[in-house]
């Protein structure tokens, strides 16, 4: 990578992120109701094993949104016009942002920010390869806080690009203040694209949750992987089960390592048991209704003004406006 690019990745964010990394693992798993944050999942690895999620046939997320980017990016860009500075929330591989960018015009920068600090310097450096003339400012950073974007960032017509529904990994309330903080780091009046999953058949969500191919499992299990590896966990992660689950009172698919037996695990020193059949919480993903996502919006601030759909309806494109 080019130190243009890497001297805006802050490296002391490693220690910090190591300590929430912990602290959360240490409070997770004493619960009674054990549970572990998803954004963990995303070391360079666990980042590979989504896009490798995004390729099974099951997952009609990624390609469904493409879809849709790709019919209407055109109309987007008219309605972000010229002159813009996108900001990508957890931008991953930035294999969608192509599509954007070749319909907008005079574009000033574009922002990826993303808590997998590897993985998004490889995704910064290989954009910024295919686009020469673009400014790229890559930030590592966790959106579960509010973010300070560098000073290098131009403020004027900052727009918001959260795409792949990964505002659905945010219960309600995580939701509307992540939109709040976004609003914040925008500014007032700013535009911000978002994808948006939709309700759906069951059967359709829970498989596209659990792949025949295993890989949204070793996906779930990276969390176990990654807690030895940089915590000095002893997890063996052959004893714990990937399920995933509806629930239909939450509206979400929710996924779950369950214990194949009773067991003890260490993780620095502290001792945690499982029963048999004994589960911790990893993730949710919030499915929602066109109607729902709008109250969400609008509680947050923020009013709809376009939506964008496939054909079957499953996945939708947000564009919101900041009122706040
Ligand atoms: N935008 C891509 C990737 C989605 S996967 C797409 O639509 O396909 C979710 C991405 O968000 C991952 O790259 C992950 O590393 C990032 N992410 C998850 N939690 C995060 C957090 N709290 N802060 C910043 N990035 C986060
Ligand atoms: C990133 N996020 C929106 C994905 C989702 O669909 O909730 C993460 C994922 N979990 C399992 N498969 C994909």
Same mark, same amino acid.
């Given at each position: 990578?080019?130190?243009?690019?890497?001297?805006?990745?802050?490296?002391?964010?490693?220690?910090?992120?190591?300590?929430?990394?912990?602290?959360?693992?240490?409070?997770?798993? $004493?619960?009674?109701?054990?549970?572990?944050?998803?954004?963990?999942?995303?070391?360079?690895?666990?980042?590979? =094993?989504?896009?490798?999620?995004?390729?099974?046939?099951?997952?009609?997320?990624?390609?469904?949104?493409?879809?849709?980017?790709?019919?209407?990016?055109?109309?987007?860009?008219?309605? !972000?016009?010229?002159?813009?500075?996108?900001?990508?929330?957890?931008?991953?591989?930035?294999?969608?942002?192509?599509? =954007?960018?070749?319909?907008?015009?005079?574009?000033?920068?574009?922002?990826? !920010?993303?808590?997998?600090?590897?993985?998004?310097?490889?995704?910064?450096?290989?954009?910024?390869?295919?686009?020469?003339? =673009?400014?790229?400012?890559?930030?590592?950073?966790?959106?579960?806080?509010?973010?300070?974007?560098?000073?290098?960032?131009?403020?004027?017509?900052?727009?918001?690009?959260?795409?792949?529904?990964?505002?659905?990994?945010?219960?309600?309330?995580?939701?509307?203040?992540?939109?709040?903080?976004?609003?914040?780091?925008?500014? $007032?009046?700013?535009?911000?694209? !978002?994808?948006?999953?939709?309700?759906?058949?069951?059967?359709?969500?829970?498989?596209?949750?659990?792949?025949?191919?295993?890989?949204?499992?070793?996906?779930?299990?990276?969390?176990?992987?990654? !807690?030895?590896?940089?915590?000095?966990?002893?997890?063996?992660?052959?004893?714990?089960?990937?399920?995933?689950?509806?629930?239909?009172?939450?509206?979400?698919?929710?996924?779950?390592?369950?214990?194949?037996?009773?067991?003890?695990?260490?993780?620095?020193?502290?001792?945690?048991?499982?029963?048999?059949?004994?589960?911790?919480?990893?993730?949710?993903?919030?499915?929602?209704?066109?109607?729902?996502?709008?109250?969400?919006?609008?509680?947050?601030?923020?009013?709809?003004?376009?939506?964008?759909?496939?054909?079957?309806?499953?996945?939708?494109?947000?564009?919101?406006?900041?009122?706040?």
């Amino acid at each position: 990578m080019s130190e243009a690019l890497a001297e805006n990745l802050d490296i002391s964010k490693d220690s910090e992120m190591k300590e929430d990394f912990l602290q959360d693992v240490l409070k997770g798993l $004493s619960a009674a109701e054990k549970r572990l944050s998803s954004r963990f999942f995303y070391d360079t690895y666990g980042s590979k =094993l989504f896009e490798k999620i995004t390729q099974v046939s099951t997952y009609y997320p990624t390609r469904t949104e493409i879809d849709i980017l790709e019919t209407y990016a055109e109309d987007m860009a008219a309605l !972000i016009g010229p002159g813009a500075t996108l900001i990508e929330f957890g931008s991953g591989s930035s294999r969608k942002t192509p599509i =954007l960018l070749h319909a907008l015009e005079s574009l000033q920068a574009y922002v990826p !920010i993303d808590i997998a600090g590897d993985y998004l310097q490889e995704s910064a450096s290989s954009l910024a390869a295919d686009f020469k003339n =673009l400014n790229v400012i890559p930030v590592h950073g966790d959106f579960t806080s509010p973010i300070e974007l560098p000073k290098k960032v131009p403020l004027e017509n900052r727009v918001g690009f959260f795409p792949g529904s990964t505002i659905g990994n945010f219960d309600r309330a995580g939701a509307e203040q992540f939109l709040r903080n976004a609003g914040q780091t925008l500014g $007032s009046n700013a535009l911000m694209l !978002i994808g948006i999953d939709l309700q759906k058949d069951i059967s359709t969500l829970l498989h596209a949750y659990d792949d025949p191919e295993g890989v949204t499992a070793a996906f779930n299990k990276n969390i176990l992987k990654r !807690i030895n590896k940089e915590l000095g966990g002893t997890f063996d992660l052959s004893k714990f089960a990937h399920e995933s689950r509806y629930n239909m009172s939450e509206g979400r698919v929710e996924m779950h390592l369950v214990s194949t037996e009773a067991q003890s695990v260490k993780v620095q020193g502290q001792v945690f048991h499982f029963e048999k059949d004994e589960n911790i919480h990893t993730e949710n993903s919030y499915k929602y209704t066109l109607k729902g996502f709008k109250a969400l919006a609008e509680k947050a601030c923020w009013s709809v003004e376009k939506v964008w759909l496939d054909e079957c309806q499953l996945f939708s494109m947000h564009a919101i406006r900041f009122k706040g």
